[in-house]
Structures are given as structure tokens and as C-alpha cells.
């Protein structure tokens, strides 16, 4: 499976699970430490966690285990680290916060439909 496979099964996975906005952001040839991001909203804290942990149940099926996992446990943001794959589950609130997609304005933003 190539990165970007990868990057939309993380797509297709949030949205089976009712995530919301979902975004992928091509960021290949603007940062060094990845190249997709996955961006995506849900609805509740409980969403988030249970949003993070079908990403992370699919891709080990396909045999990619996540690296790192940052923000457990009521931040309003879990960010999954892949390797070349960042995925970021927020609550809507702290999506309007960082607001990352207007950093990654200039790159591809790939849209997954919900």
C-alpha cells in the first residue's frame, strides 16, 4: 500500500465512523517530517478517542503501527503519528483553535466524502 492509499484509508475509515470535515492534506515537498495530514472533527471527547482508535485498529491490519500518540484523555485533540501519515482528530472547538489548515493553506487538500 503506498502513502497516499494509506492516507485515504484513514479518509474512508473516519467517515465509515461518522467523523466530520474530513481533509486530507497533501504537505509532500512543504515539510520534511511527514506527507499527509488527515484532519477530521468529531462530535464529542468520546468521539475523538473512539475515532483515533478505529484509525489506528485499521491501519495495524494493514500493518502500519502507529509511532506516537499525543493529547489522550480530554485534550480535544488526538494527533497520530505514522510516520509519513499525521492523523488529527479534534473536537469542532479546538479545530476552529489551531485552525491547521490555513497553515497548510498553499498545499493539495484532498476531500473525502462523508
Do not use: H, P
Amino acid at each position: 500500500m503506498t502513502i497516499k492509499e494509506y492516507a485515504l484509508l484513514a479518509g474512508k475509515t473516519l467517515s465509515d465512523k461518522k467523523a466530520q470535515d474530513i481533509v486530507i492534506v497533501d504537505i509532500q515537498g512543504k515539510a520534511t517530517f511527514a506527507d499527509y495530514f488527515v484532519i477530521c472533527s468529531g462530535g464529542s471527547e468520546r468521539q475523538v478517542q473512539s475515532l483515533a482508535d478505529d484509525v489506528e485498529d485499521a491501519f495495524a491490519k494493514e500493518g502500519l503501527l502507529v509511532k506516537s500518540i499525543e493529547g489522550r484523555q480530554g485534550s480535544g485533540w488526538i494527533l497520530m503519528d505514522f510516520g509519513d501519515i499525521i492523523v488529527n482528530v479534534f473536537t469542532k472547538e479546538m479545530r476552529e483553535r489551531y485552525n491547521i489548515e490555513k497553515v497548510w493553506g498553499d498545499c493539495e487538500f484532498i476531500e473525502v466524502e462523508e
